[in-house]
Every structure is written in structure tokens, then in C-alpha cells.
């Protein structure tokens, strides 16, 4: 049998694995609940070895890419907002030798290598505030929006290894992401809220495999999700868990009526 690059790293204790319901790239720079529960949660996190982020903003179709780079740059891609945010940086170094373990791990999922993305807003927003050092290692694999729900929770379960060699993977989306329905000052609508507590009370119960199930033509689903990208990093997240895990929520809440902002540990 042909040894994996990953038995040749050194083994750690089980890492936990993290959904970040990111919403506005605004949370980077302005105080609230949702930006001070990450950094509560980088506070009371083992010390990772890398950082593995799956973000809703990088997609690709007919193939999975991991990025390699060493110096991952940071990418302002979106329009609208203050120039302070399009001025910040987050100068993590990359993590090649672990890009490289995980694309031998994915060696039956189509993923190649990449030099050219960087780290976009779903991954530097929330890691400004988990890891404001910007010490830690980090790379991104994209999501090939050519796959069916399930060949992305399969990605996931083969990335579990990486898990026992000190890196932190992490999902960046939102459980419930309507940007035309968005509105200022109200409360979340009820079929937002609705998704969402289904979503809870699946991940509660550890019915992880049901989300892969989810149809993206079912009305309450083209409703809470217009388009699935937010949503599939959730399940690189659950499908990195194990039945060991216990999952919790460490943010609850709704962003202008159509966005969710639930994040889910497990460890």
C-alpha cells in the first residue's frame, strides 16, 4: 500500500472543526456579538498546526483546488464598503506541505493544486478576529459547484485525517443566505428561521448524513438558499466530524432578516 504524505506528519491530539456563519465582511472591523463570539472561540481553541478553511468564495466547477502558495494573499473581493476594510490585511503565511498532504488524501476527488488564489473575505474576515496574529498557517480548497451535495460531504469525510496532524478545518458560509431578501431593522423571517432550526435540530441530533440529502429545488431550501454556495461549507464541517463529536452552537442569530449567522463546533 502507497503511504500517504499525512502518515509521514506528526500526530496531534483531534483537532475540533469549526462552521462560521460569516455574513458581512463588515464583521472584520466593527465590534458585535457575532465578531466577539470567533474570538472567544480562537481564544479557547488548541493551538492548530494550519488552518484549512472551505469558504462559500471560492468556487470552481469540474475540479477541487487547494492552494499551495506560501504567502497567500489577501483578497478584497467585494464592492460597496468603507476603505477601511478594503485596507486591511491578513498576512498568514501559507501552508504548502499541508496543501500537499491533503491533495494526496483527495487523490480520488479530482482536486489539483493552485498558486493563484489567496485567502478571500470568508476566510480572513473571520480569522482577523480568531487569529489576529495572523501567525498560524492557513490554505483554502474551493468547492466544485459541479458535485452533488453528497460528493462534498465525501471530500470531507477523507479530509478527516488531517485532523490528527494539528490543522483546524473550517467551513465559512451561512446556514440561511437570501441577499435579495435582505432588509434593514426587521426580524428574521419565519422561513428563514425555519431552515434554520431544521438545520439545528439535525446537527443536534447528529443526523449529519440528512444534510447531504437536502434537495436545492425544495422551495423552503430556494428560499433560505437562492444559490447553495454558503451552505456547502457546512458540510465539509460536519463531514470532518466523527461520532465522537459533540456539536454546539457558539453563535445564534439572523443578520438583516434573510441571513443566519449560526456557527457550530465540534469537538
Not at 76 to 87: I, K, M, N, Q, W
Not at 131 to 154: E, I, T
Not at 198 to 214: K, Q, S, T, Y
Request: charged share 20%.
Amino acid at each position: 500500500m502507497t503511504q500517504l504524505l499525512t502518515d509521514t506528519l506528526a500526530s496531534t491530539p483531534t483537532m475540533p472543526v469549526l462552521f462560521i456563519g460569516h455574513g458581512s465582511p463588515m464583521h472584520a472591523i466593527e465590534d458585535g456579538p457575532f465578531s466577539r463570539a470567533w474570538r472567544d472561540m480562537g481564544e479557547s481553541l488548541p493551538a492548530p498546526t494550519a488552518i484549512l478553511v472551505v469558504s462559500a468564495h471560492w468556487m470552481t466547477r469540474g475540479v477541487s483546488l487547494v492552494h499551495v502558495g506560501r504567502k497567500p494573499r489577501t483578497i478584497h473581493d467585494f464592492g460597496g464598503f468603507p476603505r477601511a476594510l478594503h485596507e486591511v490585511q491578513y498576512p498568514a503565511p501559507g501552508a504548502p506541505e499541508l496543501a500537499a498532504a491533503t491533495l494526496d488524501l483527495l487523490q480520488n476527488h479530482h482536486a489539483e493544486a493552485d498558486m493563484e488564489w489567496g485567502l478571500d473575505h470568508g476566510a480572513w474576515c473571520v480569522l482577523l478576529r480568531m487569529f489576529p496574529k495572523a501567525d498560524v498557517p492557513v490554505y483554502q480548497l474551493s468547492l466544485d459547484l459541479s458535485r452533488p451535495f453528497a460528493d462534498h460531504m465525501a471530500i470531507a469525510r477523507d479530509l478527516r485525517a488531517l485532523r490528527r496532524k494539528g490543522v483546524l478545518i473550517v467551513g465559512s458560509g451561512n446556514a440561511v443566505h437570501n441577499l435579495p431578501a435582505m432588509r434593514y431593522g426587521i426580524e428574521a423571517f419565519d422561513w428563514a428561521r425555519e431552515f434554520d432550526e431544521n438545520l439545528a435540530m439535525r446537527i443536534r441530533n447528529h443526523d449529519f448524513g440528512a444534510l447531504a440529502e437536502i434537495n436545492p429545488r425544495d422551495p423552503l431550501t430556494r428560499m433560505a438558499h437562492p444559490t447553495v454556495e454558503h451552505l456547502l461549507p457546512l458540510l465539509y464541517t460536519l463531514g470532518a466530524g466523527e461520532e465522537a463529536d459533540t456539536p454546539s452552537f457558539f453563535a445564534e442569530g439572523f443578520d438583516l432578516g434573510s441571513i443566519s449567522m449560526r456557527s457550530v463546533l465540534l469537538s
